[in-house]
Structure formats: structure tokens, C-alpha cells
């Protein structure tokens, strides 16, 4: 384990010039938050006149992509890339790279998966192995990317890049970052009855976001949702999970979280916060610039707050959701080695990385945090570090709707927490199953 996963604990003024600068997106985060619809089926990009290969990977960041493959294009003349840009949206990305393997068009080589997708599409058969490539990319590669990119302990893409959530907070009501929930719970409850404001946004609506949300708080009570070999439900053993919908439905019912906070995503959470209207969120980094004011946007906090790793029900160390893409190799490839070179090039090659860095999508090597110049990017790195994959199980995606629906129901009170638990339980076993 390398020194940036050592549970370091950071909190760093977001006015700061590198964390301003990482203005995320989140289309790889959590998928698409309820509302978003599709925008386009997809389209070449053209920049190989004479293609050898093709990388099909999600329209959203395009510039990022494409001065990755064109970095890759200017030292390889003779073995040029191509890029098919999916659609932004995730579920859209998905299946367009489905109907290609299924209809055997084999119009890609490699596929930009969503991190939760490497169990799915590994089981269906539609990906290579690329376990004798796990050499290359451990000590290399940040664990958590790594992790999301194995099936049943069989490595079967390659890290690419990456993404993390930060706990937001207002410096001018608090003075330190809580590290543990209850510490978070009381400060924050103390700080928005003096304000009239409320305690926390995140996100609460029945959809992804909610997942990982209540995931992160499942890990950090020491949660494992399945046993190591990816085998069977875990959820149930122990406290952990009761120890997360306790806190959610505790914080609900009191008030703490802010009203609407049922129905709230990313943006939703973003513009309270942003207008002074909470003293915590849980959000990802793109939000840094906004609060700021630096893209035109009116803020109320701008200078009075600051980011920290999100805080644990033992008070050490930290735990994000992770998100981001890795690289794969379609089985109906007819280019699999220069497609094989072309994935491990994107993970461990540093000027590929760099060209993330530079704009703005976080890299998966962790040379890339541990020589940054800018400490904002370190402290994104041990966040990372310690950041856990969502299971890539076959059935992630029907899990999830399970999870959001049972979760909902589960912190509203409309349901008792332990059905909501034993349900979700049985939809995680169910996931395995799935193909």
C-alpha cells in the first residue's frame, strides 16, 4: 500500500488556485441523475485518416479524450486510433457498446467502461482477460481503480481515470472538519440552528447518487457489501448497515438534512450549499469553481468554504465512492494486441496522464498526486487512495434500482429499517446471479 493510502486526513480552503481548477464532471460518477436525457447516439471523431483501432468512450469530457488519442496518434503514425464518442449519458453509453457485441458488428476495440460495468460485461463473455497485464498496472495504478477494474479477483480492464467525493463545509461556522458522522451530526446541527439554515445536503433522491451515498457510509462503519470472492451478500454481517440507515433515517427525521433533500442530486445539493443555505455537502469536486463564483455563477460562499475527506463512524481515515472509466478490450476486437497496448498505454504512460490532469479529470497513477506541484491534487490522491469501488457484479445496474427503491423507503420511515435491509440483501444476492 503506497504512502497516499496511509488514512491521511486533509482539509483544504477550495479558494486554493488547483482546486478551483478541477471543475469535474460527473457523467462517470453515478450515471445519470433522474431528469437528464439523451443527447445524440453517438458519433466518429475523425482525427485518423486511417484507423488501425477503435476506442469507444463516453461523449462527455471529448476534448480530454481526444488529446489523449491524439498524443497517442503522434507517436504511433503507423498505428493510428480513432475515437467513437458515445453519448454522455451512461445508460445510453452502455448500451450502444452492448448492441456492437451482441449484433457481433465488432465496430470497437476498446470499450471506456463506467467503473461498475467490469463485472457485467466480463461475465458476458464480451471482454479479454487482461490478468497478465496486473504487473504492470499494481504499484502503478491507485488501488481503488484497480479494484473496480477486476471481476471474481481477474483483472479484465486497465484504471484510466478517476473521481472522488470531498466533503464541503462553511469555514466561516465551522472551524475544523468533523471526522467522524456523529461529530458532523452535532456540529453541523449546532452551527445551522444559530445560522437558520440547515445541517446537510447531498444526495437523497432515488437514484445512483443515493447508493453511493448510503454506500459510503456503509464502508466507513466497516462494511463489506459481498464476501472476497464476489460470492455472496455481506450485507447483513454485522452492524454496518444498520449503523448507515440509522444515521440516514436519525437525520432525516430530525431535520438535519435539508428539506427537498428526498429529491435532491448533485446539482440540487450544489445550488444550496452555493447559496448559503447549508453548512455540509457531500458533492464531487466539479463544484469547486461554481461555489467560487468563477464561471459567472452568484454565490454566498465564495471564500468562506472549504473541502475535507468525508468523515467515518470511527473517526480514522476516510472512504468515497470511486468513479471514472477504465479501458477494455472488446472480444470481437481484430486488432487485441495493438488494442492491449494501446489500454495499458492510457494507465501507466505519464504524459497520457498528464493530459487528464491538465484538464481537469483525475488520473489513476499515483505518481500523478504524489508529484504534483499543487497540493490541492495530493490531497485529491489520498482521497482516492482510500476510495472504494461499488462491486462491478453482472447485475450492478438492477441492484442499484433495487437499492435506491428499499434505501428510499428504508430513512423516510416508510418502510422498517430492517425489511428495507432484508431486502436489500436479497436483491445484492440476486445481483450475482444475473447474466
Known amino acids: 500500500m503506497s504512502e497516499l493510502s496511509r488514512h491521511k486526513r486533509y482539509a483544504v480552503r477550495a479558494g486554493s488556485t488547483g482546486l478551483a481548477a478541477l471543475g469535474l464532471t460527473l457523467a462517470t460518477a453515478c450515471g445519470t441523475p433522474p431528469g437528464d436525457k439523451p443527447e445524440g447516439e453517438g458519433e466518429n471523431a475523425g482525427i485518423a485518416e486511417d484507423p488501425q483501432f477503435v476506442w469507444a468512450v463516453t461523449g462527455a469530457d471529448r476534448q480530454v479524450h481526444e488529446a489523449v488519442a491524439r498524443l497517442w496518434n503522434e507517436t504511433n503514425p503507423d498505428r493510428q486510433v480513432d475515437i467513437f464518442f458515445l453519448a454522455p449519458t451512461a445508460d445510453e453509453q452502455r448500451q450502444a457498446m452492448f448492441q456492437d457485441l451482441q449484433s457481433q458488428a465488432g465496430e470497437f476495440d476498446v470499450l471506456g467502461l463506467d467503473v461498475i460495468w467490469t463485472g457485467e460485461f466480463a461475465d458476458f463473455g464480451y471482454i479479454e482477460s487482461l490478468e497478465d497485464l496486473r504487473g504492470e498496472v499494481e504499484g502503478v495504478s491507485l488501488d481503488g481503480p484497480v479494484d473496480s477494474a477486476q471481476w471474481q479477483q481477474e483483472l479484465y480492464a486497465l484504471p484510466y481515470s478517476s473521481n472522488g467525493a470531498f466533503l464541503y463545509y462553511r ?165 487485441k494486441d495493438l488494442a492491449r497496448e494501446f489500454v495499458l498505454w492510457t494507465a501507466t504512460d505519464p504524459r497520457a496522464q498528464d493530459v487528464l490532469a491538465s484538464h481537469s479529470l483525475p488520473p489513476t497513477m499515483e505518481s500523478a498526486y504524489e508529484d504534483a506541484e499543487d497540493p490541492a491534487l495530493e490531497v ?30 428504508g430513512y423516510l420511515g416508510q418502510e422498517e429499517p430492517e425489511a428495507a435491509l432484508e431486502a436489500m440483501d436479497r436483491s445484492a444476492n440476486e445481483a450475482l446471479e444475473q447474466k
Open 171 to 335: 469555514t466561516d461556522l465551522i472551524e475544523e472538519p468533523p471526522t467522524t458522522w456523529e461529530e458532523l451530526y452535532e456540529t453541523g446541527t449546532a452551527a445551522a440552528e444559530e445560522a437558520g439554515i440547515s445541517g446537510y445536503v447531498g444526495q437523497g433522491d432515488q437514484y445512483e447518487g443515493l447508493v453511493v451515498n448510503f454506500l459510503e457510509m456503509y464502508w466507513s462503519a466497516g462494511g463489506q457489501l459481498f464476501d472476497d470472492a464476489q460470492q455472496r451478500s455481506t450485507l447483513l454481517e454485522g452492524d454496518a448497515a444498520a449503523t448507515a440507515l440509522d444515521f440516514m433515517t436519525e437525520a432525516y427525521a430530525s431535520g438535519f438534512y435539508a428539506e427537498g433533500f428526498d429529491s435532491m442530486v448533485e446539482d440540487d445539493a450544489r445550488a444550496l450549499f452555493q447559496a448559503g443555505e447549508a453548512v455540509y455537502m457531500r458533492n464531487w469536486p466539479y463544484a469547486i469553481p461554481l461555489l467560487e463564483g468563477e464561471e459567472g455563477e452568484e454565490t454566498a460562499v465564495a471564500g468562506n468554504f472549504a473541502v475535507a475527506p468525508l468523515p467515518t463512524f470511527t473517526g480514522e481515515g476516510t472512504t468515497s465512492a470511486l468513479g471514472g472509466l477504465n479501458n477494455a478490450v472488446s472480444t470481437l476486437s481484430e486488432n
Open 380 to 409: 485529491l490522491g489520498g482521497i482516492l487512495a482510500d476510495a472504494q469501488a461499488r462491486p462491478p457484479v453482472p447485475g450492478y445496474n438492477s441492484m442499484s434500482l433495487d437499492l435506491q427503491e428499499s434505501l428510499l423507503a
